[in-house]
């Protein structure tokens, strides 16, 4: 009896502990999105190294075998593969055909010998910690998500953090529209950002809690949120066995005010990608709304129209709310169409790629490298930093691995995501917010650089972790997710 008393309490120790380290998961990941998405390279160096930790404790906490080891394993192959290249990179090769050809004319100014790949080896080294957060981020929360229940309720705190960070940054805009933060406003003066510098990338973070929220909203009606809210608004008490009437109000608020900032970004790209994502995951939810039904855990069949309806109505209302506030945008495009800086930079990008098809220019060296390969024709406005695309500037920076690597990280997700579709049954909300998700990341990435941002993607890689391991989940009986 002692023994069985003493390894019951070295269990709940560990679940306990476990259980501290998602909460860790969760703070550290939302955390990296205040200081302007972590954009400093001190700010990614400080939110990685943390996150690191929380991945080191995930793991040695985690079960021997986990219905997610497959995607761990891919996950972290292309982060050492990525990770070699960059190392590569940055050092010294005896190879002139693969050193980049600025080297020469330097070192005869400098008197120094050598050459790497990189046009800047510091920078390029500097930017592994970028690269190495999300992927860091996913693996921990893949770890840490080895229940379904736990990912649930991993992905709900995500979401719903999300939703207060827009609710804030809303709230900041509208009493102190000069400041961001505590900083004072350099950039898009009189413009919501958010908690970003950039406005597209502030409608990237919106539209993923937009998302994230809905899937929420439809998990509560599901349980029947709307009709207990609706008994307890008419007869002003709640209705027995309808729980969450509370928490569906919070819900619906958070996706108002997170889609309501999405249409104030003025994005186009941004606000566009969003709605698409969105037309995706309503349609598939309408289309599957019978289905999911059968499974709802809510009582009588002539509620489950009701459901619905309420659903649908709160749904209208953001689409009406978001047309309300989004004038300024359509006016913007009206005017600028598609004349735009990012399409002729665009095309100075696939020059320069055609100087370095296979090894790349560095990775991190965007801004030392682009002036070379930047036309005259194209606006003399502005230090390019950062391309407005993510995948020309990948492949610019790493070469061929990039690509690969990309493909066979969004095929590993979306096969994920298909699987839960197919099997998940009740919990296939989880997974078509997953497609959603990935749909306005993919969309947006085109034209804006938010995934460039350590902060925003740590965070969309914290809110993937638990979404791949409630689709690849193999429930043992029904219960809440099956």
């Known amino acids: 009896m002692p023994a069985k008393s003493e390894q019951s309490q070295a269990q709940a120790t560990a679940g306990l502990s476990s259980r ?3 909460v860790a998961f969760v703070a550290v990941a939302v955390a990296a999105l205040l200081p302007r998405g972590s954009v400093s390279l001190e700010s990614a160096h400080v939110f990685t190294s943390l996150m690191s930790i929380v991945a080191i404790a995930a793991a040695t906490q985690a079960p021997a075998r986990q219905r997610t080891d497959m995607v761990f394993r891919i996950a972290l192959a292309i982060l050492v593969a990525m990770a070699l290249m960059i190392v590569l990179q940055s050092s010294s090769i005896p190879w002139a055909g693969l050193a980049n050809p600025a080297w020469p004319e330097a070192n005869a100014v400098s ?12 920078d390029t080294m500097s930017a592994l910690v970028s690269l190495a957060g999300p992927f860091i981020t996913f693996m921990a929360g893949l770890l840490l998500c080895h229940s379904d229940e736990r990912a649930e309720t991993m992905f ?14 809303l709230a900041q805009h509208l009493a102190f529209p000069r400041y961001l933060l505590l900083a004072e406003k350099q950039f898009y003066l009189g413009q919501f950002t958010a908690v970003f510098v950039n406005r597209n990338t502030a409608a990237t973070f919106l539209g993923l809690a937009t998302i994230l929220l809905t899937g929420l909203l439809w998990k509560s009606a599901q349980e029947g949120a709307p009709a207990g809210l609706l008994t307890r608004l008419i007869d002003g008490k709640a209705a027995r066995g309808r729980r969450g009437t509370g928490q569906f109000v919070l819900l619906l608020g958070l996706a108002a005010t997170a889609f309501i900032g999405l249409t104030l970004t003025q994005s186009r790209a941004g606000i566009a990608s969003a709605l698409i994502a969105l037309l995706f995951l309503l349609t598939y939810l309408a289309a599957t709304g019978r289905d999911l039904a059968r ?9 489950r129209g009701s459901r619905l309806v309420a659903i649908a109505v709160a749904i209208a209302g953001l689409v009406a709310i978001g047309l309300t506030f989004a004038g300024q945008t359509m006016l913007r495009t009206e005017l600028s169409g598609l004349d735009d800086d990012r399409f002729c930079t665009a095309t100075a990008i696939v020059d320069a790629l055609s100087d370095y098809p296979v090894a790349g220019m560095g990775f991190g060296t965007f801004e030392a490298g682009f002036p070379a390969y930047r036309r005259a024709e194209c606006s003399i406005r502005g230090v390019w930093d950062r391309a407005h695309n993510f995948y020309l500037e990948g492949q610019l920076g790493l070469g061929m691995i990039f690509p690969i690597g990309l493909i066979l990280a969004v095929g590993v997700l979306f096969k994920s995501f298909v699987t839960g579709l197919r099997e998940r049954r009740k919990a296939r909300i989880y997974p078509a917010v997953g497609i959603a998700i990935l749909i306005l990341a993919l969309l947006h990435s085109a034209f804006d650089f938010s995934l460039q941002l350590p902060g925003l993607s740590m965070f969309l890689a914290a809110v993937l972790a638990p979404l791949v391991s409630i689709s690849l989940g193999r429930p043992r009986r029904s219960g809440a997710l099956d």
């Open 295 to 303: 499974y709802s855990v809510s009582a009588p069949n002539r509620r």
């Open 20 to 22: 501290a380290w998602c």
């Open 156 to 169: 709900r705190r995500l979401a719903i953090a999300a939703g207060f960070v827009a609710a804030f940054s």
């Open 111 to 122: 008197g120094r010998s050598g050459a790497t790949i990189s046009v800047a080896p510091a």
